[in-house]
């Protein structure tokens, strides 16, 4: 198996395609997910998350999103 460096991985696949790469964290932390939500007027938003982190920070503002086998199309991911 041919291993490449996070370094070099810009020059093997474009913006897009590093968007639709799917993953997770042996930690527990990062996942497949993300969310979007307005707080005080201001956009905060995250993605590689869990579906549970991103269902919760989506509902703690107002105007919130989430999306795991969607964020591929998502203005936020």
Do not use: H, P
């Amino acid at each position: 198996m041919k291993k490449i460096s996070l370094r070099g991985i810009s020059e093997i696949l474009s913006e897009k395609e590093l968007k639709n790469v799917i993953g997770g964290g042996s930690d527990g932390t990062s996942g497949t997910c993300g969310w979007r939500t307005t707080i005080n007027g201001i956009t905060w938003y995250n993605c590689g998350v869990s579906k549970e982190e991103a269902q919760y920070k989506a509902g703690m503002g107002s105007d919130g999103y989430w999306c795991c086998d969607s964020c591929s199309i998502s203005t936020y991911c």
